[in-house]
């Protein structure tokens, strides 16, 4: 049992700061919220004055597989294009021989020190590495289980009909309990939209898994891939179960076309996953989104890997750089990019319980802010993280 | 005296990282590095292993007079446009009725404990507010001057031509000791370009203080503005003295004009600020720049005042900013964007003794990393931040 003594809830989007609260925490959920709670015979107490708390982070685009995190720091090499930052990707990891088990606890234990609870993670599958790398992640996250809701993404980096035989791993991997089956650029990287589509959701459908789709396709290239992925959802009865990450099309677009898109997103119910990338690339319009009704929701993408150093696992300012790039300075505004940080990623996981209400899993995060948009703002030092009722990490220090 | 033991010291931009050593300070300033130094008689004694020594961050575009650093969150409630967010910041500073002698003083101080040892302020004048502001963020500056390097700009916020008055209090405070004079979109806010431009060169040449000048005009509007910049500082001789703030521009126009720009700007030694500009606005290209030559520096901007909450007053965090807008991955790049939040600053402002080496000023910022890209990526807490000598904030918090 944990009591926390008078700490302000995040009160949702654009509510302003809430009047500090007792929190107690039993059985790994949350037991009571009062303005001045009894503390039971035998509970720990922990002082939550001065402080917000938030849920758990949610980190529903991760790489964790194919971290670096706790190696030398890896100056960045690969070319700029897709290919090349594949080609080069593979050649690293070879080279390095790391193991996914090892590094994917190390990422995971860095993320859970920053606040972060849930993860859906993409898993490398292809035929040069087979399941390893999803093995390897199934084994860790079954491990730890009680640090952290990990979903797992069987994701054909090396591309799904340009690369022969992945289509039968990404099946078997769904046979194995992956939760989704992944996709990357049917046009872009395949130039068979066609093939790959109708291999992914086949897969899909025989195995009742989701589908999360990596589409980089820029403007019209990428706004046809939408209408064939939502043409497939309906025929399949897919809707609910879809997932496109990153799709830059939707911030590329002309208005009217984006309209047209946002009506299929609506249809399907497809969510939408952007991190806000790095560089001068468009990215979905968050706020007209959300507007609308589609779903959002964010991730770290790949951590200290050989794609991008700069993205650092911290979901907290993962919502910053959304809000930022976004242009957002209003407290809604930053406040619904924090929501794709944490209730936007659950909703997507479909993680139970996930919340602030008497009854939620005990999954939270407690920083020094006064309201969520200055928790987001200045992404300070991870107070306590708790997780299943149990503190997990202190003062930016994961403890287990 | 001070003995830094065992940190790498920043060795500058794309070198990597350097052997741990051993730094001793002295008076001041730099007095040894080596591998093994003795510690003198009376000599404190530092650890700096698994540390990165880096030179004081230079944040050299702040506007600390108007922050609301300290009081509760105030969520953003300005217009769009230019004139209602200078209409709406008057209207909630005489609600609020602050200090700007106070409010600097607090802000001063947490950018101390962020690493920040040397700031370029722009200090609101104007026919409402006089030089009230300049004169109270000048009685903190003499009270803080052994915290804190500061240089004060009089910025026309409201104004130049279309705020009578205005230069008759920029010339006053260029007479009071203020190191340079502000302006402020001649075009787009005066609609007076040369009124204002030659109203501002005229004191610069008067009174021998620089110019650092806010243009956010867009593209072409922007660009004839540099020109004319650039032709009254070959009249008046002021070649050096004069800095562009924002220069949206530069990242707008079309190649071949951008060309013609740079060399102007070259010709003139111009310096261009730029800290990646929140919201899907072009910045300068600064690679392109700095391979030409152009000297860059950046800044927080406004930190929590009206204008954004975004700005959180950290220079690290600010040289990630810079480097993830502009996309860039190698250790060179993410280097070069620490080097505006540094050494480019501390160049604009003139700061004599400045940098890593034996006689420099001992202005130092300490933190866990690996090489000065890995400390822009996590900015991890400051573990020591040391000015004139003197240990001024430990672990985030300023001592002083």
Known sequence: MLLIRGARLWAGIGRGAAAPQDLLLREGRVAAIGTRLDA????????????????????????????????PWHPHRAGPS????????RAVLRELGLSPELQSERLLRHMLARGTTHTRTHVDVGPEIGLAHFHGVRAMAERHRALMDIEIVAFPQTGVMCAPGTLDLLEQAAREGAQLIGGLDPMGMDRDPKGQLD????????????????LHDRADLGAVTVEMVAERSRALGLRGKVALSHAFCLGQVEPARLEGLIELLLREDIAVMTHAPSGPTAFPPVRLLAERGVRLFSGSDGVRDTWSPLNNGDMLERAYLIAYRSGFRDDAGIELALSMCSFGGAQAMGAPGYGLAVGDRADLLLVEAETAAEAVVMHPLRRLVIKGGRVVARNGRALV
Do not use: M, Y
């Not at 897709?82 to 990707?89: G, M, P, Q």
């Not at 959701?201 to 898994?209: T, V």
């Open 40 to 71: 039971p015979p035998g509970a720990a107490i922990e002082d939550g004055s001065g402080c917000l708390l938030l849920p758990g982070l949610v980190d529903a685009h991760a790489h964790i597989d194919k971290t670096l995190w706790g190696q």
């Open 199 to 214: 291999g992914l959701f086949a897969i899909a459908a025989r195995h009742g898994c989701g589908l999360d789709i990596h």
């Open 82 to 89: 897709l290919r090349e930052k594949i080609d080069n990707e």
